[in-house]
């Protein structure tokens, strides 16, 4: 069926009225060949069968099923068209009729040249960046890209030039098959919706040319290269009256915009890839620096423990001792994990795996988990670096481990677990640090000895010096380490009535007493010449927050410093 309108019988209303069923045609093909996004489109979305052929079937439903969907639709093949009678396309048709009577009717051709800018083109004036863009965005840069591709027959559809591109499409798939059946059938379907007079989409040609593509086809004479005629054409019209035009226009400056935008995205996801991947090393890092001791397997005869942890003590000093700069009072860690003495070291540590645990006594059990405190404090500080501020801490003190006896320690482990009597990190809270089934929780040292606060190291400048604490000496050596502490860390001013304190003071109140007289009582044991004359009521206490500025100090009769 088709419409039947009367025209009036001027020459110029017909040439406006077949203008207009062009642009109808046009119109339609933009509403369904391409999509809202111009970056969703793919050669897919215009080259399906369905899409090419004009062979549709629209006899299949029925005209009150059609004008229920959309009164509006004009189906696109020009010869089956809907019914006259319907009084909204006609109102639909006067009205492209009246805009169109206003507008200079287009004309298509590949030898004219278009020297009428589009409306949506920028002019040179008002965008310096025109130069650049073309250097760094060509032709054929364009025809490669699917996206830039997609922009770019979005700006050719608003130039009623959409077919160029769509058969430009169509001629490089062509030449994509392999198979000649197949390309029989593609080559129809190129000839049917391009070449073939008053078809869907049709391009401009030589009658010659049509004859000759139409002559081959019927005699089944398909070749590849059939169609470059018409694609180098179509390349060439394209290149110099659409490129420049689609360059100044406004969908390369959106095209522009979306490169930003995703740009931008892909940065923040490097980004955030990129702290995931470091995350991960890290974790993967402390995982594996986690047990220091497991590295290597003890074949041998086990010693005493005690024995085992000052040899430990002492291999520690010495190679501390060796890259220790009296100039910046700080130790090269990192040169000595290089060095064949630290893994020697570390292989000696492997000892600890198979030592028994119990049945040694309160001395021996203290003195042997000092020094591995200490020990272990030092080796993570080798492998991992030195903690620099409370987090880093934190994760050093809980992740940093040996195998000891079987069982797995950490220096949280030790400290509050072992040498502080199975006591919470925080005095103010109640219970115990290890769980009650935990079996390590049997060889925690009671009763709790305060003076280990003053032997456990930390490599800090309030720090305890590193030494080796030996058995048969300890008491003696515990008292010096604790008096030598107090005495260069306590300050008192009289005049304020006010006593600084170190932190430990603050961190672990209870483990020197119930309250501030026990406190005072335990100061004026080791600085008698100054807490006995004091009064606890009359004096405040402040405490000094701790500096984590690496520093370490030698005081063993075994280190050569």
């Not at 019988?9 to 369904?32: A, C, G, V």
């Not at 391409?34 to 899409?51: A, F, R, V």
């Not at 995931?276 to 890092?285: D, H, L, N, Q, R």
């Not at 797995?408 to 005095?427: V, W, Y």
Request: charge should be positive; glycine fraction near 2%.
């Amino acid at each position: 069926m088709q419409y039947k309108i009367k025209l009036q019988e001027n020459h110029k209303l017909k040439m406006k009225y077949q203008t207009l069923k062009n642009s109808i045609s046009r119109s339609e093909m933009l509403t369904d060949g391409i999509t809202e996004d111009p970056t969703e489109i793919t050669e897919n979305t215009y080259l399906t069968d369905s899409d090419l052929s004009d062979e549709v079937d629209i006899e299949s439903e029925s005209d009150e099923r059609k004008s229920k969907k959309n009164p509006l639709k004009i189906i696109r093949n020009q010869k089956r068209v809907s019914s006259p009678e319907s009084g909204a396309i006609k109102k639909h048709i006067t009205n492209k009729t009246n805009h169109l009577l206003n507008q200079k009717p287009r004309t298509t051709s590949f030898i004219s040249n278009r020297n009428e800018k589009s409306k949506n083109t920028i002019p040179d004036s008002e965008d310096p960046n025109i130069n650049k863009i073309q250097e760094t965005i060509s032709f054929e840069n364009i025809l490669s890209d699917p996206i830039k591709l997609a922009y770019f027959k979005d700006f050719l559809c608003e130039q009623f030039s959409q077919e160029l591109v769509l058969c430009l499409i169509a001629i490089q798939k062509f030449k994509s098959i392999s198979d000649s059946s197949k390309m029989l059938i593609h080559s129809t379907i190129i000839f049917k919706k391009f070449i073939r007079p008053e078809s869907l989409f049709e391009i401009n040609l030589n009658i010659e040319v049509r004859n000759q593509i139409q002559e081959r086809i019927l005699k089944n004479d398909i070749e590849i290269t059939m169609f470059d005629q018409i694609e180098n054409t179509i390349l060439e019209d394209l290149k110099n009256n659409y490129y420049t035009p689609f360059i100044r226009s406004t969908h390369m400056a959106l095209y522009q915009k979306h490169k930003n935008n995703e740009e931008e995205k892909e940065n923040t996801t490097n980004q955030k890839t990129q702290q995931k991947e470091i995350k991960a090393i890290m974790v993967s890092k402390r995982r594996e620096h986690s047990t220091l001791n497991e590295g290597y397997v003890f074949k041998g005869i086990s010693r005493e423990p005690h024995v085992i942890g000052e040899e430990l003590a002492e291999l520690m000093i010495d190679m501390c001792a060796a890259h220790f700069s009296i100039s910046t009072e700080q130790i090269d860690f990192d040169q000595i994990s290089q060095t064949i003495i630290f893994r020697r070291f570390v292989i000696a540590t492997s000892e600890l795996q198979v030592i028994s645990l119990d049945n040694i006594d309160y001395p021996e059990r203290l003195a042997l988990f000092i020094n591995i405190y200490n020990v272990l404090f030092v080796h993570s500080a080798i492998v991992s670096g030195v903690p620099t501020d409370k987090a880093t801490k934190t994760r050093f003190m809980n992740e940093s481990k040996y195998n000891i006896g079987g069982y797995l320690f950490s220096l949280s482990d030790i400290k509050h677990g072992i040498l502080r009597g199975n006591r919470p990190k925080r005095n103010w809270r109640s219970g115990s640090y290890f769980k009650p089934k935990d079996k390590r929780a049997n060889l925690q040292v009671v009763p709790l000895d305060p003076r280990i606060h003053f032997a456990l190291t930390n490599l800090t400048i309030q720090s305890a010096p590193l030494r080796v604490y030996y058995l048969d000496r300890l008491n003696d050596e515990l008292e010096n380490t604790t008096k030598s502490f107090l005495l260069k860390n306590v300050r008192v001013s009289i005049k304020s009535k006010k006593i600084l304190l170190p932190k430990v003071f603050r961190s672990s109140p209870k483990d020197f007493g119930q309250n501030q007289k026990d406190i005072f009582r335990f100061l004026s044991r080791y600085i008698p010449d100054l807490f006995q004359e004091l009064s606890p009521n009359a004096f405040t206490i402040k405490f000094i927050g701790s500096n984590l500025s690496p520093m370490l100090v030698f005081e063993s009769e075994y280190s050569s410093i």
